[in-house]
């Protein structure tokens, strides 16, 4: 795993220094609210509905058992035992008090962590695939590169006040686990002629207007990463609107300018910055790689876990939903879900967070991962393990199969913590979790992704849930609209809304009558419920959902 | 005819803890809306408005919120309203807890 350098621990230190003395000089009132909230979101600091909240980067989603531990000490001894994990690959604090964030922060220092740049318009915690460095169809590492656009990015002297935030995610695979397509800019890691390079995207985002990333440049090779990414970023700089916040993302940008013409802009500013890079960052990315080796794998026999296997079906059931395959066959991915029926999802209490990290140290080289779905990833576990992993986690109530169902949803924060919310979709999920728990339907409708937010931001992803709903407020109530055939993979789509939306009472009952129209109308049980949308169309499931409207169509017809 | 003016208290978070308060008639913050000062007259609400923001070593982020008088004092007429005088749905955490 990455280890900071003097560099690193200088700087982090140095900026938590700096924020002690402002928060000070705000406490004692030499600084107004005005001048202190830039600085306080420079630190990743926001106020909320009933408290301010922290939020803490988890660079790339990797992160290992002491920093697991520190995090659960930062719940217990500053806020209220718990944090919740963001599709940001974040860790969100929502009850700390004002003058115990320098301490939080140095707290975080000691174990290399910061909430640097996880807010403001600048260039934010660049996220990567989840299973990176362990996935069986990865063609490389995503994190090294991933790492070093966050040093080059840190405090960044041109990008520190962009038009709006910039936000990167890259994967080594071609199958995208991290929503490269619904990114500032994306990066898939591709190989031609036995040379490493980069597809790259740009354009993507979600929030109020939700686009696809669009291709910008086939083929990058390896060595012109940085280059490359600060020639979009500086046409960014001087193209993008600063006159209207809602026009501001570069997804405007490009859509307004035309993907061509930004293509265009791109490569002459490439060909002015390509010469001051004189190869010092490829050294540098060698010694970052090099921090990155995989664990030394231990060579473990697997008859054991068969023979577990064959004879628990709770732990069959566990291992057949929440393991993905490693690069290696005697190894396994555990996605340890934090989606648990009732649960708020991405929560973690702090015992919880000790368990993880004492499970990362005892059998998975002491290193875990967080992932834009919300969920916590062991990704390197030895076969022979999985039992004993599984019985440890059923213990601390961490042992629910249910990765990539119905219940595995993605929620914002919404109207129970915050400030721009609508209306909440925290209680959503969870009565949609324990409603189809309740019916016994989630093996039976298998893979689906539903997505939440509570506020046009779409910070709950829900323009790419396969059932996406996003909270609004109607009149003084909370209403919510669903959108179907949404997708977050490679193949990336925008969900098409179904029409009016619904009451609080009424959305779960909504979702209920979606699946059972999608049980119904399948043409096998692997027909999945995106497959099925695909093929079928909205029209059965608004049939579905608005029986009325279809009686009154049938009238007048 | 003027509209009519939907009574208001001026509501803020309090700097160094976070949570959510209320202006009362005596010029002190209380964590009860009940004790808040309902403002009947648009005027006299912005005044108070101006009081509240010209506070910023005690409280942030001061607004106006509509309100109705209650059997206890001033009660929220919109939900995210109703919420911060509650705290979150998930947890039993903020101002519920010592209710
Ligand atoms: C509670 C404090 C939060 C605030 C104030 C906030 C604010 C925002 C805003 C204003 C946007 C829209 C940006 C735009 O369209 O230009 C946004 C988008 C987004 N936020 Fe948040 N957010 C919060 C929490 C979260 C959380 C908890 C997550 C992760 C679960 C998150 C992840 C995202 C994502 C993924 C997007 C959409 C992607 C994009 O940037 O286009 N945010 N947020
Ligand atoms: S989507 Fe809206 S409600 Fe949800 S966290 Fe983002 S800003 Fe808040």
Redesign the pocket.
Known sequence: MYTYTDFDEAFVRERVAQFRAQVERRIDGSLTEDEFKPLRLMNGL?L?LHAY?LRVAIPYGTISAAQMRQLAYIADRWDRGYG?F???Q?I?YNWPKLKDIPDILDALADVQMHAIQTSGNTIRNVTADHFAGAAKDEIADPRPYAELLRQWSTDHAEFQFLP??F?IAVTGCAHDRAVIK?HDIGLQIVERDGEIGFRVLVGG????TPMIGQVVRDFLPEADLLPYVEAIVSVYNLLGRRDNKFK??IKITVHETGIEEIRRLVEARFAEVRPAFTGVDQQILGGIRAQFAAPDFDALPVDGFEAARAEDPVFRAWVDTNIAPHRRDDHAIVSVSLKTPGQTP?DASSAQMEVLAALAEAYAYDELRISHE?NVILPNVPRAHLREVHRALKEAGLATANIGLVSDIIA??GMD????ATARSIPVAKEIATRFEDLKMEHEIGPLKIKISGCI?????HHVGHIGILGLDRAGVENYQITLGGDGSEEATIGTRTGPGFAYDEIVPAIERILKKYVEIRESAEETFLLTYRRAGMDPFKAALYPDKEKERAHAA | MPRKFTPKVVTANRLIEGDAVWLTAGDTWSPEMGDAELIEDEAVAQERLIHAQSQPGVVVGAYLADAVAGPDGPEPTHFREAFRTRGPSNYFHGKQESA
């Open positions: 926001y909320q909240m919740h963001t599709t940001r974040n969100q709006r935030k936000k619904a985002g979600l929030g109020r501001a993302r991405g919300q914002c924060p913590y915050c400030a721009l931001n779409a910070c709950g992803h």
